[in-house]
């Protein structure tokens, strides 16, 4: 079993900054891919910013990150504590949403599969 503990979620202005971050523990091989989604009221799930393991990358991961986000917020990651932050810069209120942490994963007992952390609120007033 894998399991995702996110924090950092809160109440912050418009403008302003919030650092989230995930730690990933458990039966873990190796991470595929570790990011962060997001999900509005009303809204679908979507994806903000994802690391993808590349070990021919001088940080060992390639980065996407969505559009809307690009310049404001910033994604890393700490390959050997199996941690991902997302520093948000400039936020809006439409940043507001629960965000949740994803984590592919393969598995020390052999197996890969998709775990998701139990979210972390993060609302911007304006």
């Known amino acids: 079993q894998v399991h995702l503990v996110e924090s950092g979620g809160g109440l912050v202005q418009a403008g302003g900054s919030l650092n989230l971050s995930c730690v990933a523990s458990g039966n873990i091989f190796k991470i595929n891919a570790m990011g962060w989604y997001r999900q509005a009221p009303g809204k679908h799930r979507e994806r903000v910013a994802m690391?993808?393991?590349?070990?021919?990358?001088?940080?060992?991961?390639?980065?996407n990150l969505q559009e809307s986000v690009k310049g404001r917020f910033t994604i890393t990651r700490d390959i050997a504590k199996n941690t991902v932050y997302l520093q948000m810069n400039q936020v809006k209120p439409e940043d507001t949403a629960v965000y949740y942490c994803?984590?592919?994963?393969?598995?020390?007992?052999?197996?890969?599969?998709?775990?998701w952390g139990q979210g972390t609120q993060v609302t911007v007033s304006s």
């Open positions: 690391t993808i393991s590349d070990y021919s990358a001088h940080i060992g991961y390639s980065i």
């Open positions: 994803k984590a592919d994963v393969v598995l020390n007992t052999h197996g890969r599969d998709d775990y």
